[in-house]
């Protein structure tokens, strides 16, 4: 767990708020697959192996129309290459589903330059789990940071409608330092 940081309370209430409400507005796309393809273990059931997802950024230079509203995130991480920056929305399942472990940035070789955030969006019973045991539940305004060559998974929740969360893959700006 000393390579996981978290950070309670991120961004001011009122600039939260105002997020939160921003990003149901935006326009989402369908996945039909939630861990990436060089995953270490099997994926969950297919019926729960979806997603709706917004891209704000895509190395390199992809970026959405929408990328204003991740700025105070961003502003705070200050990142010195971002990588991705996108936007999951799991729905309600009836049991916790986990959706498989993978890394966020691979080859290993590279990736260890590579941090990822995870910044939940709302309150639910789902969580993040890393490959030791370590369990990170899904709290506003919370944001978490680990080397972006960890092994996780995220899952669904059932108390409430969705589980929000922002993914982000950067190299940090301490990293040239």
């Not at 991120?10 to 939630?34: A, C, H, P, S």
């Not at 970026?63 to 105070?72: A, H, V, Y």
């Not at 309150?123 to 080397?147: A, C, H, M, W």
Request: glycine share 4%; aromatic share 14%.
């Amino acid at each position: 767990m000393s390579d996981i940081k978290i950070y309670d309370n991120f961004i001011d209430k009122t600039v939260f708020e105002e997020m939160k409400k921003q990003v149901l507005n935006i326009n989402w796309q369908y996945g039909d697959k939630i861990a990436n393809d060089l995953n270490n273990s099997p994926n969950c059931e297919e019926k729960y192996d979806w997603q709706m997802a917004h891209v704000f950024y895509k190395h390199p230079f992809e970026m959405s129309d929408n990328f204003s509203i991740i700025n105070p995130i961003v502003q705070i991480i200050q990142p010195a290459i971002m990588y991705r920056a996108k936007l999951n929305l799991n729905p309600c399942t009836d049991k916790i589903v986990e959706h498989g472990y993978h890394q966020d940035y691979q080859p290993e070789s590279v990736g260890k330059i590579f941090t990822s955030a995870i910044f939940y969006l709302n309150t639910n019973n789902g969580y993040t789990k890393f490959e030791d045991g370590t369990i990170i539940s899904s709290i506003e305004n919370r944001l978490v940071t680990f080397p972006s060559t960890m092994l996780h998974t995220g899952t669904s929740c059932t108390d409430t409608k969705y589980r929000l969360v922002l993914n982000l893959v950067y190299v940090n700006g301490s990293y040239f330092a």
